[in-house]
T-cell receptor
Framework: GEDVEQSLFLSVREGDSSVINCTYT??????LYWYKQEPGAGLQLLTY?????DMKQDQRLTVLLNKKDKHLSLRIADTQTGDSAIYFC??????????FGQGTELSVKP | DTEVTQTPKHLVMGMTNKKSLKCEQH?????MYWYKQKAKKPPELMFV???????INESVPSRFSPECPNSSLLNLHLHALQPEDSALYLC??????????????FGDGTRLSIL
């Protein structure tokens, strides 16, 4: 069956890099997504990567995809207190449904 | 700022009340979604409308009734809800119908509390 796994918590110091990891099981996934959810808010689409890409960079965000190992990571450079949030990894396949991981709560300490 | 607008932001209702949640998008998207989210958990898909037709109903109890009056609007009618229905209800939209390779854009949600 389809499954997406993430570690639940990550704590970093302001200015450090954060790396949030995700593993998925569905090899037919076409796109993989990262969403950010701040307290009391909805989900903000941060970035997404097509399954035939290895890497995508967008300002402070770098997404790495290892399709062989079904491993996705999100690196946030120069992490700020405003980056504190829950980050959800999700896979979308041709069946249409988004499968979300459990979310990683990122805590940034000053 | 989100391009998917949900109203109201907060709603408190009794178990015998009837209320509606509203969602609006002006991005020209042709698929719209309702999700239910409990605290610090991922969203759970409830309904999908694609080209204004109900495409997916994830075995949601009939006390939740969706409606898509036009391609920009999505409603969720609530009746005789239970305390366990208290949650954040999120609306989302995507560009070209219901496909996994279309990014979904979310609103800020309606926080619903059932007394």
């Amino acid at each position: 069956g389809e499954d997406v796994e993430q570690s639940l918590f990550l704590s970093v110091r302001e200015g450090d890099s954060s790396v949030i990891n995700c593993t998925y099981t569905d090899s037919s996934s076409t796109y993989l997504y990262w969403y950010k959810q701040e307290p009391g808010a909805g989900l903000q689409l941060l970035t997404y990567i097509f399954s035939n890409m290895d890497m995508k960079q967008d300002q402070r965000l770098t997404v790495l995809l290892n399709k062989k190992d079904k491993h996705l990571s999100l690196r946030i450079a120069d992490t700020q207190t405003g980056d504190s949030a829950i980050y959800f990894c999700a896979e979308g396949n041709q069946g249409g449904k988004l499968i979300f991981g459990q979310g990683t709560e990122l805590s940034v300490k000053p | 700022d989100t391009e998917v607008t949900q109203t109201p932001k907060h709603l408190v209702m009794g178990m015998t009340n009837k209320k509606s949640l509203k969602c609006e998008q002006h991005m020209g998207h042709r698929a719209m979604y309702w999700y239910k989210q409990k605290a610090k958990k991922p969203p759970e898909l409830m309904f999908v409308y694609s080209y204004e037709k109900l495409s997916i109903n994830e075995s949601v109890p009939s006390r939740f009734s969706p409606e898509c009056p036009n391609s920009s609007l999505l409603n969720l009618h609530l009746h005789a809800l239970q305390p366990e229905d208290s949650a954040l209800y999120l609306c989302a939209s995507s560009q070209e119908g219901y496909r996994g390779e279309q990014p979904q854009h979310f609103g800020d949600g309606t926080r619903l509390s059932i007394l």
